[in-house]
């Protein structure tokens, strides 16, 4: 069974408020990101090309795919 764009989008939330939580630790953070990266992608590919929706999704997962990629020294300044 297919899980709708709109529930991806939100697992993408809930993702990225872990990885911005400074009360977890950079390596937490960093894994937070990345799964939030990967949620909003499906997001994106099930939203109808061009929309909105899809626009949205894709812009929250640049921003997700910019934190998964820092070096963990910038994880661990924060």
């Not at 709109?6 to 950079?26: F, T």
């Amino acid at each position: 069974m297919m899980i709708p764009a709109n529930e991806c989008e939100r697992k993408g939330d809930a993702w990225m408020a872990k990885a911005l939580n400074p009360s977890k630790n950079a390596h937490e953070r960093l894994k937070a990101a990345k799964a939030a990266m990967f949620a909003y992608e499906d997001a994106r590919k099930l939203f109808p090309a061009g929309s909105e929706d899809s626009d949205r999704a894709r812009k929250k997962g640049y921003r997700a795919h910019d934190m998964a990629n820092r070096p963990v020294d910038e994880w661990a300044s924060e």
